[in-house]
């Protein structure tokens, strides 16, 4: 069957942000460890198109919202390819396909009598595309989110019976692998115990949305329409595309990673909304945390701001993979430190696994006629035993999507091996003829290693990976047998060996 993962789909607002990178970054080191696992992977990203807020900034910007969409969701995409995300499919909300599923959708939900026409009176944020619960706490009627006014709403508008879904959704949260992290999961127990209300799933005096069949002065709630784009993203291929397609082809999702700011939605609305059209809701949903810089909040009126796209080009799309997936533990709050990213990059990248890898095969070149060395016994020594432990544990870790814990297992199985090389020493060795197959095994031991490390590191620096592995006459081979390729003992005896090259340069401090 089919693993479906996905990323939130975009607001189209603005181009994207060094959250919506570290998000995407994630899906895609978790698409390709499935796909490395024989996994048959569909990962979905794509845009949120509607709603008030992109038609005001259109409008603003003087285009349509049509145009501005367009130009937008083109810079999505760019933006993805030029980070190297394997996405296989990117969804618009505006598309002819996805229209057609979020009125079978709608159909569905209606025929379980869960659609009724009611009053909306309330605050809303335009920023957050939703009613604030309690305005009567905050003086200033302002978004405690945007720190915007808050504006008056009194429509009538078509609802979604969600206070139906109490005891279901309670009971789909009581599992402690739907909601990860814990404390976020924690939150959604919380706000669930206080009682679901029904929401409205329609705007009146709002053109730029969907239109709701047989009510064609309402348009559909933002979000209800853009939620519907990880099951229409499903069947996009072909024009015919439809609910049964997308069911038949492996739905539910396996996996949503989003930010925690829009767990409300995934966790409680978008499961009770599935269940109501007699479908599967997803499997889990993982929350992240927020990314601050230097410590500091990020935002626009602060003025310090962190284009992605500056990081890009100055550092590559690899280290700062490294440095958003190895340094912050997924789940939890991150920090962007100019001078930490410089130092984790030199540190583990350059030194502890560059310049190992470097050094080894400058000496096997060297010694051994620019060849791996020959040893007569290779399959008895702690290097291996090292080796074995480092694999299991970086298994189970991206299994549990412990990305930061699995990079570290073969961070600290690259110090390791350092150490073994320093310890023993084979270029004091090498002085005297009789040590001769002892140096052999040490330099095979330490370029076997290197090779486990560029294997364990392909999902998560795919590039990176090519590097290590080409400096020791290896073809990147894709997906098949990856996890065979992770014996012990496989680099060929007396395979000649490139002239090796810096895999990754240096970064210095601004
Ligand atoms: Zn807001």
Redesign the pocket.
């Known amino acids: 069957m089919n693993f479906i993962i996905t990323t939130p789909l975009y607001y189209v607002n603005d181009k994207p942000h060094l959250g919506s990178v570290y998000t995407t970054i994630i899906c895609d080191s978790i698409a390709r460890y499935k796909r490395l696992r024989g996994e048959k992977v569909i990962f979905i990203t794509g845009v949120d198109e509607h709603g008030l807020k992109i038609q005001r900034t259109a409008i603003n910007n003087g285009v349509s919202p049509k145009e501005h969409c367009d130009e937008i969701s083109d810079i999505f995409k760019k933006n993805w390819l030029e980070w190297n995300i394997s996405f296989n499919k990117f969804i618009r909300t505006t598309s002819q396909e996805h229209e057609k599923v979020v009125h079978e959708f709608y159909e569905k939900v209606k025929s379980s009598n869960d659609i009724y026409m009611g009053e909306q009176k309330g605050w809303y ?1 335009v ?2 595309e ?1 009613f604030k619960d309690n305005p009567d706490n905050s003086p200033s009627y302002k ?1 405690p ?2 720190k ?1 006014n808050l504006e008056w709403k009194n429509e009538t508008n078509l609802f979604f019976r969600l206070s139906k879904y109490q005891e279901t959704i309670e009971e789909l949260i009581q599992d402690p692998e739907f909601i990860e992290p814990k404390e976020r999961r924690n939150e959604i127990i919380n706000f669930v115990s206080k009682g679901l209300k029904d929401f409205s799933i329609s705007r009146t005096n709002l053109d730029w949305g969907i239109r709701v069949p047989d009510h064609l002065n309402h348009t559909f709630y933002v979000w209800f329409d853009a939620l519907l784009g990880y099951v229409s993203a499903i069947s996009s291929v072909d024009k015919s595309s439809s609910l049964d397609i997308s069911i038949k082809s492996g739905w539910p999702a396996n996996l949503h990673i989003i930010g925690k700011d829009i767990l409300r939605f995934h966790a409680i609305y978008w499961p009770a909304m599935l269940i109501s059209a007699g479908m599967k809701p997803p499997q889990k949903i993982l929350g992240h945390g927020f990314l601050t810089r230097e410590g500091q909040k990020m935002g626009k009126s602060l003025g310090n701001v962190l284009d992605p796209e500056i990081l890009l080009k100055k550092y590559g799309e690899e280290s700062v993979r490294w440095y958003l997936l190895k340094d912050i533990s997924l789940g939890s709050d991150g920090d962007f430190q100019n001078r930490r990213f410089v130092d984790i990059i030199n540190n583990d990248l350059a030194n502890t696994i560059g310049n190992l890898l470097n050094r080894t095969t400058s000496m096997s070149r060297k010694w051994f006629n620019n060849q791996t060395p020959s040893i007569s016994e290779k399959n008895n020594n702690e290097i291996i035993t090292l080796s074995n432990k480092s694999i299991n544990n970086y298994l189970t870790y991206f299994d549990m999507y412990k990305i930061d814990k699995a990079s570290n297992e073969i961070l600290n199985f690259a110090i390791n091996v350092n150490l073994y090389l320093n310890k023993k020493e084979p270029w004091s060795l090498i002085k005297d003829d009789n040590n001769i197959n002892e140096v052999k095994l040490i330099i095979y031991n330490v370029l076997e290693a290197t090779r486990i490390i560029g294997t364990l590191i392909k999902p998560i620096l795919p590039e990176f990976s090519i590097k290590i592995l080409f400096q020791l006459g290896e073809n990147d081979i894709g997906n098949t047998d990856w996890l065979e390729r992770l014996q012990w003992g496989l680099l060929p005896e007396s395979r000649d060996l490139p002239k090796p090259i810096p895999i990754i340069s240096k970064l210095d401090y601004e």
Do not use: F, R, T
């Open positions: 944020c920023g957050c939703e978004c989110i945007h915007k």
